[in-house]
């Protein structure tokens, strides 16, 4: 019986699978094996017994349920893959399993391995992620729509100048996803507290070469174990990406409001259902989803942090809750981003209801832009702002367009011709640089890809 949701509802195959028991065992072995072979290379164990290790360090060899059988009779996991891998080692080569080292030698570096992996994955889905909202933004380059501020209508914009926001956001969240990898993907081979004696004078070597063995970085000084704000920086950015994943599904579940209906979620006509009862439903379900996945991320922080103060040099208190927190922060993300991704490549637009809704303003949200015109023409820029505000106060309170208003207010015939007042209250006109904007961004998205 399945208790937690990840393991039957939530996260992709390939992201779950790292973090599988046998997954888990495999990337231990293979440290076991990088271990021996530093070992050998420094002539501190044999080449031969080195072979022997790496041969059987594999799962084929070391089986999960045997590793299972073992711990449970010695209430100790890495021991258990330690006594598993000795027996089939055999007793020469068997002798040297685990020379010189603890369990978070192998356990840390381990998950390391797991790591760069996990993050490789996770690239890939910023990748597709920032490509989709930025063939969306270039797109929509010049598909007019509110700009919306305190939930109020606002000045013009386009949709693609929001995807564009919202692609380099993605980007951003790249750049910080590959400025962590280096803090995170970190090994130790130190031994119990970190000051490699049991390692002997060539310590330092040991780790250093087990590391580049392994293609990872090492913990130059450590306790027993690697330092877990390194972990607790990995959590800390896969919540910042999971929180700007719920911020791009926010919008669209904003924006699919019956009220505002700008745009929407894809719909499968012939099957999907929106509701057991009101059969007219069609409801931004992923959206909604990837937003509580993604609240469930960030409240795996608070473990990852209290995780870093660790007695001396070290307890146990890591344990439990890192291997709850960090797979499942790993899983949520990917599953998170790429559901992103599906609602905006497969997202609906409705430009023609974008441009309704900016009429339905009567003018409003063109106050901005008649003031700044007026300034142009002489007009103190605080006188400006009062004789829009009245005017806008006046057209609200009578039900009618601002430029009614507006085209019979003094100042403004005086300053402002027919066709230049009509010049001011048209959105398409009031764009500034978006075009520009949009197109830098679809640029610097496609650099950043290649």
């Given at each position: 019986?399945?208790?937690?949701?990840?393991?039957?509802?939530?996260?992709?195959?390939?992201?779950?699978?790292?973090?599988?028991?046998?997954?888990?065992?495999?990337?231990?072995?293979?440290?076991?094996?990088?271990?021996?072979?530093?070992?050998?290379?420094?002539?501190?164990?044999?080449?031969?017994?080195?072979?022997?290790?790496?041969?059987?360090?594999?799962?084929?060899?070391?089986?999960?349920?045997?590793?299972?059988?073992?711990?449970?009779?010695?209430?100790?996991?890495?021991?258990?893959?330690?006594?598993?891998?000795?027996?089939?080692?055999?007793?020469?080569?068997?002798?040297?399993?685990?020379?010189?080292?603890?369990?978070?030698?192998?356990?840390?570096?381990?998950?390391?391995?797991?790591?760069?992996?996990?993050?490789?994955?996770?690239?890939?889905?910023?990748?597709?992620?920032?490509?989709?909202?930025?063939?969306?933004?270039?797109?929509?380059?010049?598909?007019?729509?509110?700009?919306?501020?305190?939930?109020?209508?606002?000045?013009?914009?386009?949709?693609?100048?929001?995807?564009?926001?919202?692609?380099?956001?993605?980007?951003?969240?790249?750049?910080?996803?590959?400025?962590?990898?280096?803090?995170?993907?970190?090994?130790?081979?130190?031994?119990?507290?970190?000051?490699?004696?049991?390692?002997?004078?060539?310590?330092?070597?040991?780790?250093?070469?087990?590391?580049?063995?392994?293609?990872?970085?090492?913990?130059?000084?450590?306790?027993?174990?690697?330092?877990?704000?390194?972990?607790?920086?990995?959590?800390?950015?896969?919540?910042?990406?999971?929180?700007?994943?719920?911020?791009?599904?926010?919008?669209?579940?904003?924006?699919?409001?019956?009220?505002?209906?700008?745009?929407?979620?894809?719909?499968?006509?012939?099957?999907?259902?929106?509701?057991?009862?009101?059969?007219?439903?069609?409801n931004p379900v992923t959206s909604e989803n990837v937003c509580g996945l993604a609240r469930v991320v960030r409240g795996?922080?608070?473990?990852?942090?209290?995780?870093?103060?660790?007695?001396?040099?070290?307890?146990?208190?890591?344990?439990?809750?890192?291997?709850?927190?960090?797979?499942?922060?790993?899983?949520?993300?990917?599953?998170?981003?790429?559901?992103?991704?599906?609602?905006?490549?497969?997202?609906?637009?409705?430009?023609?209801?974008?441009?309704?809704?900016?009429?339905?303003?009567?003018?409003?949200?063109?106050?901005?832009?008649?003031?700044?015109?007026?300034?142009?023409?002489?007009?103190?820029?605080?006188?400006?702002?009062?004789?829009?505000?009245?005017?806008?106060?006046?057209?609200?309170?009578?039900?009618?367009?601002?430029?009614?208003?507006?085209?019979?207010?003094?100042?403004?015939?005086?300053?402002?011709?027919?066709?230049?007042?009509?010049?001011?209250?048209?959105?398409?006109?009031?764009?500034?640089?978006?075009?520009?904007?949009?197109?830098?961004?679809?640029?610097?998205?496609?650099?950043?890809?290649?």
């Open positions: 019986m399945s208790l937690c949701a990840v393991d039957y509802r939530y996260g992709r195959p390939a992201m779950k699978a790292l973090f599988s028991e046998e997954a888990k065992l495999a990337r231990m072995l293979q440290v076991e094996a990088a271990l021996a072979a530093a070992q050998a290379e420094l002539r501190l164990i044999p080449k031969a017994a080195a072979t022997a290790i790496a041969a059987k360090a594999t799962t084929a060899a070391v089986r999960p349920e045997r590793v299972a059988r073992l711990e449970k009779e010695t209430g100790h996991d890495v021991m258990a893959v330690v006594l598993a891998l000795t027996e089939q080692c055999g007793a020469d080569a068997g002798r040297y399993v685990h020379l010189g080292a603890t369990s978070n030698d192998i356990t840390d570096t381990a998950t390391a391995l797991q790591l760069r992996e996990a993050l490789t994955i996770l690239r890939r889905g910023l990748n597709t992620l920032a490509r989709t909202l930025a063939d969306l933004a270039e797109k929509h380059r010049g598909t007019l729509m509110l700009g919306r501020t305190h939930g109020q209508a606002a000045t013009p914009i386009t949709f693609g100048l929001k995807m564009a926001v919202y692609a380099l956001e993605v980007l951003r969240q790249r750049e910080r996803l590959d400025e962590m990898e280096a803090r995170v993907v970190v090994g130790k081979m130190s031994g119990a507290v970190g000051t490699g004696a049991a390692m002997g004078p060539k310590a330092l070597r040991v780790q250093e070469l087990v590391a580049r063995r392994l293609g990872i970085g090492y913990e130059a000084a450590s306790g027993q174990v690697v330092g877990r704000d390194r972990h607790a920086e990995l959590v800390s950015v896969l919540a910042n990406i999971a929180a700007s994943c719920e911020k791009f599904c926010t919008e669209v579940r904003n924006l699919q409001r019956t009220e505002i209906g700008e745009a929407a979620e894809a719909f499968d006509a012939e099957r999907q259902v929106g509701s057991s009862t009101m059969a007219n439903k069609e795996l922080v608070v473990p990852a942090f209290e995780s870093i103060a660790l007695w001396h040099e070290r307890d146990l208190t890591n344990s439990s809750a890192e291997r709850i927190v960090i797979p499942h922060a790993l899983a949520l993300t990917d599953d998170i981003l790429a559901k992103t991704a599906k609602v905006y490549s497969t997202l609906r637009v409705y430009p023609e209801r974008m441009r309704e809704n900016i009429e339905r303003t009567k003018g409003q949200v063109m106050a901005e832009a008649v003031m700044i015109a007026l300034v142009a023409k002489g007009l103190g820029r605080q006188d400006a702002h009062r004789v829009i505000r009245d005017a806008a106060l006046e057209a609200r309170s009578r039900g009618v367009h601002l430029h009614k208003v507006l085209g019979k207010h003094k100042v403004v015939r005086r300053r402002l011709t027919a066709k230049e007042l009509d010049a001011a209250m048209d959105p398409a006109e009031y764009l500034g640089a978006t075009h520009q904007i949009v197109d830098h961004v679809v640029r610097l998205t496609a650099r950043r890809r290649r």
